[in-house]
Structures are given as C-alpha cells and as structure tokens.
C-alpha cells in the first residue's frame, strides 16, 4: 500500500503531480478560460461584499492560510485575516454577518477549527470549508465549500494536503479576481496557464532535487538547530519548512520572514547554524541577497533555494537547490516540495518514525 516507498510520507510526496492536477481537475478549465468552482459561485456576491475574510485553521493548514492571504489580497483585493482557530475561538473575536470564514483542514475534524467554526457561525458568518476528507465533521457543518481532492494522506507529517490547499486558495483567489475585476483578463489568462503547468513543474523539482536532497541531509545529521527563511509569499512557505523538519526530526527548527532577521535571530548565526533559504528570483529578490550576505560575514551554513541559472544567492550559498521559474504566487508550491524532501531525509537517517512521530496524532481532536 506505500506502492514501493519505504514511508507514506515519501509516497505521498511524490504523488503531488498528481494530487494537485486532481485538486485541479475539472475546475480550472484553460481553454474555455474559465475557473468552476460551485461553492464559490453560488455564493459570489457574499465573498465579493465580504467585510473581511477570516481563515481559520491550524498546523500545516493555518501555513496554507498564511499564504492565502497573500493570494486572496493581492488578487481578489478583499482583505483577509489569518488565525490560529485555537486563538480566534477563544478571545471573544469580532464577527458579523458581513464577514466570511474559511476554515482550511485536511481532517476536517480538528476540534479547534470545528469550535471556532461553530462560534462563527452562530454569529452570523458565512462558513466555507476546505477540507481534505469528504463528509468530514467540518465539511458537513460549513454552508458551503471546495474538496482538496489529494487522496488519503496517511504519514502524520502533511506534505499533499499542503499543496492541494495551496491549489485551492489560488483558484479561489483567481476566481474572486476574476469576478471583481480586480484581476484582469489578459493576467488572469496567463496566470491560469501557468497553473495548469504546476503539476509538471513539481514533478520536475521532484526528479531533479531528490538524489541531491538525500546527499545534503547527510550533512546534518547531528545538526540540533535549524533557521528558514522567506520573504513574501514564501515567508509561510518557510514556516511550513521548519514544521516539517521539527516535528518528524526532532530538530528545533524556526521559521522567520527573512527581515525579521536582523530583528533578533540573527543573534544565533554562527558556523554551526544552518539555514534554509528559499529565494527565487520573483519576489524581493535583491532584498533576499542582501540578508544572505548577512548570514554570510557570520558565517552560517546557507542552503538557497533558488530559480535555475540564479548566480548571486548562489555564489554565497553552501548547498543550492534550484527549483524551476514560476510567478511568485506559485513559487510556495514549487519551493515546498524539495524542504518536504529534505525534512524527510533528515529525519530517516536519524533513524525517527516518520510516518508516526512521538507525540503526534494525524488528526488533533482534543481541544
Ligand atoms: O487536519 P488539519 O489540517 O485540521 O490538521 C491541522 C494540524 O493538526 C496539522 O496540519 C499538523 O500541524 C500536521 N502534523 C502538520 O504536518
């Protein structure tokens, strides 16, 4: 049942060409030049007035809202908001009638993102779910909402579910985009194109990075620290990096918004911290180099993920993994794949269970 792979949580690594065309499938239609997504469009006007909307969701899927947002303002310009459900439930949170909440699990039964759902609800909001597992608690109690369509996910560490969510969300805020003429139609037919292509473009990171990845997580076998970094849409994307690597490794692992640097963490830089990253070349670019050169005169050990033929980041860099070239708003997707591959190998050669790591439990139904 793991078709060959020594975990599930590989195994479903490498489905994400699939899972993320299947997330796709139907939906985005590129020809016609069309997005359908039922459970946006029989309630567009609701998102079009929104007040606001409020993602709410946990873990790996509250990165996944993070990186919503950034989607949703930029292209659907409705602003957005992103919590913890474990906190929005619990402070007596604004919420009226105006506003949608999107709850993001894979579970659909984490006990959290249902409690803050039902708060929503009761007050009046508009809830939209966007859920892994069909007729889970969470899908049946939201008004409306769209399936990540990425098959069972079965290692506790969430790698498929992740980037079929990111698929969501981006189809969503096209569609959104589309509706209020906030995204227009030469961009949107372009950018639709390009999506339409991702699936090719993980399988290719998947194929050119794997070998590499297994060699470089060699090197830190021992390593009892971990820094990642990104700015804009990758900043989550960085988050999520660290997440992975912590909880199946056991290695303590930060996820920081590159500038955030100076502002603190750079104080731990020294030759023995390693850190991820993730600096392709759309999306602050210059900035990005700037804080590797940072890293760089304290000496700590830089792993970049950039775009092919990228020279400045690399030059400075210990390691370098080169995804493919895409729009900013894709590159979370792209850039996930190969810090799944290498939190995977980390963690297989310190020996850990990483399909069921110690404390963990795939779905959190405990408050
Ligand atoms: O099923 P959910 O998406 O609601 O689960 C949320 C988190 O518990 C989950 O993402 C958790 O953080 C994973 N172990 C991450 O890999």
């Known amino acids: 049942e793991k078709g060959g792979y020594e975990h599930f949580m590989l195994k479903e690594i490498f489905e994400q060409p699939k899972s993320v065309h299947d997330t796709m499938r139907g939906r985005l239609l590129v020809d ?39 989607l949703i303002e930029e292209y659907a310009r409705i602003p957005v908001e992103v919590e913890y459900a474990s906190e929005f439930r619990y402070r007596n949170p604004i919420i009226t009638d105006k506003d949608v909440v999107i709850a993001i699990s894979q579970s659909g039964e984490t006990a959290d993102t249902m409690a803050a759902l039902k708060l929503a609800k009761e007050k009046g909001a508009f809830i939209y779910g966007i859920c892994n597992v069909v007729d889970s608690s969470i899908a049946r109690i939201t008004d409306a909402g769209s399936y990540t369509h990425a098959g069972p996910e079965i290692g506790v560490a969430s790698t498929k579910a992740f980037t079929a969510q990111l698929t969501i969300l981006t189809l969503i805020a096209f569609k959104l985009g589309k509706h209020n003429g906030t995204l227009g139609n030469a961009e949107f037919m372009s950018l639709i194109a390009e999506l339409d292509a991702i699936p090719k473009r993980i399988e290719e990171v998947l194929s050119s990075t794997h070998e590499q990845i297994q060699q470089i997580s060699k090197d830190f076998v021992e390593t009892t620290n971990f820094l990642y970094l990104g700015r804009g849409y990758n900043y989550p994307a960085a988050l999520e990096g660290a997440l992975k690597l912590k909880e199946i490794s056991y290695i303590h692992a930060e996820g920081y918004p590159a500038a955030e640097m100076k502002h603190g963490p750079i104080a731990l830089i020294d030759e023995n911290m390693p850190i991820v990253i993730i600096a392709p070349k759309k999306g602050h670019y210059d900035k990005i180099v700037s804080n590797v050169q940072e890293i760089k005169a304290r000496k700590g050990k830089i792993i970049a993920v950039v775009n092919k033929g990228d020279r400045q980041v690399s030059e400075m860099a210990d390691y370098v993994i080169e995804i493919p070239e895409t729009s900013e708003c894709f590159s979370p997707i792209v850039a996930s794949v190969p810090l799944q591959l290498l939190a995977y190998y980390i963690a297989v050669y310190r020996g850990a269970n990483v399909d069921q790591p110690r404390n963990l439990a795939k779905s959190v139904t405990v408050e």
């Open 32 to 70: 016609e030049g069309v997005i359908k997504m039922a459970g946006i469009w029989d309630h567009v006007e609701r998102f079009k007035n929104a007040n606001r909307i409020i993602i709410i969701a946990c873990g790996t899927s509250w990165h996944a809202g993070l990186i919503g947002e950034y």
